[in-house]
């Protein structure tokens, strides 16, 4: 897909993709905001802000408060790319979140997912 296209994406719609993913291994909305927040540095307060006005997925990485420094220890692949390798910096932010949520359904405990 055309990265233009991805940036473009509602914010709502994605998320509520990613809740689903995980609710469907068993895991909880909650533990995807907090995947969400640990990322991004969004309050629990701010994120449902965004999620009630209509935001862009792209814009949601871009207004992002604090990247967490530790997301840079995120590896492996996503949609048949390695994460760590990817060059476009706003594109390897999705594909960050996209990796926690796959370890989140993937039955991780959340200390491994944040990298404590």
Known sequence: ?????VYQMD????YLLLVNKAEKKG???QEVDEVIRWLTGYSQEELEGVLE?????GDFFRNAPALNE???LIKGVVCGIRVEDIKEPLMQ??????KLVDELAKGK???KILRK
């Open 1 to 5: 897909m055309d990265s233009e296209k």
């Open 11 to 14: 914010f709502s719609k994605v």
């Open 27 to 29: 895991r909880t909305k």
């Open 53 to 57: 006005k209509s935001a862009t997925y």
């Open 70 to 72: 530790n997301r840079r």
């Open 93 to 98: 932010e999705i594909r960050y979140l996209d």
């Open 109 to 111: 405990s959340m200390d």
